[in-house]
Every structure is written in structure tokens, then in C-alpha cells.
């Protein structure tokens, strides 16, 4: 059989699920599509986000499940080999704009790191310190004793157990 011939059988089989044909030809493109993969993932950035091997495994899995809906009419290894590379550059492609999207942009905090700096330097002004401790003082002093003890407590971060004991104590020597 020649080599057209057995690459149509193949693409026949892989049509129909076979599952053994589907290994068949993981096994001779898989490395063309994960050279295709990682010559365009050129930004480190990237590669820190996605592994080669998790897109070839997307694309493979694009090619099989389209392939099972008869959206491709291949003739020949040179037609699927393009067709595979055309699908890993979109794979990657889509990738990126994922990736620069405004939420995941890691441009913005990964250059210099100021975008922590400034959300570090955030701080309240003196006058808005100021009037949260008056409203603070002015809640605890409508507080009873029992209520200001757990609270104190609480804000010390002890658990329920240790201010039971606390409390018992106290009462003990109050």
C-alpha cells in the first residue's frame, strides 16, 4: 500500500474513533506540532503560564473532535501537517490574548513591581485614624465588662476555649 493510500486509511480510521488510529497518529505528528508550538512561544512570561504539551494536547484534541464531525478533508501528510501547524499557531495565539487580557496582564506587576508598591503605600490620613479610634473607644464604652473582656480577648486571638478559662480564673480571684 502506498503511502497516500495507507495515510487516507488512516485518516478513514480516525474519522470512525478508532482508537489505535488515533494513537498511530499522535505518535507521528505529535513532535511536529510541539516544535510548531514552542517556536512561537517566544515570551518567557508565556511559558510560565502554559506548558507546550498542554496545547499540543489541545490542539490534538480540537483536530480529533472536528476531524469525528467531518469538517476536514485531508488528502495527504503535507495537508494534515499544515493543518496541525495552522491550529498550534492559533492555539498559541488565542493563548496570548488570554493571558494580556486587562484582568491577567502580567505585564503591569512583573516590569518593576511599583504596582505593589503603590497599593502597599495606601494608608489612611491622620484625621480618618483619628476619627476610627474615637468610634472605637466610643463602641467599647457602651460595652459591657463581660462583652469588653471576650472582645479583648478575641482581639488577642485566643479561641473560645482558652477565654472559657481565662473567664473562670477571673471569676475565681475577682
Known sequence: ????????????????????????LLRQYESTVR????VRM???????????????QSVMGSFFVRTALGQYDLGSPEQLIGLLVQLARNKVA??????HAKVRDR???????????LVAA???SPS????????????RARLSQEERYL???????????????????RSRWS
Open 94 to 99: 488565542d493563548h496570548v490574548r488570554h493571558e
Open 1 to 24: 500500500m502506498s503511502d497516500a493510500a495507507s495515510f487516507l486509511v488512516l485518516i478513514e480510521r480516525v474519522k470512525a474513533g478508532e482508537s489505535k488510529a488515533a494513537e498511530e
Open 35 to 38: 516544535r510548531a508550538i514552542r
Open 128 to 139: 480618618q485614624l483619628v476619627a476610627g479610634a474615637e468610634m472605637l473607644d466610643q463602641f
Open 42 to 56: 517566544v515570551n518567557p512570561a508565556l511559558r510560565r503560564t502554559v506548558d507546550s504539551m498542554d496545547l499540543c
Open 151 to 169: 472582645a479583648e480577648q478575641r482581639s488577642e486571638g485566643r479561641r473560645s476555649e482558652e477565654r472559657r478559662v481565662g473567664k473562670e480564673c
Open 122 to 124: 495606601r494608608q489612611d
Open 107 to 117: 505585564r503591569r506587576t512583573d516590569a518593576d513591581g511599583a504596582a505593589i508598591d
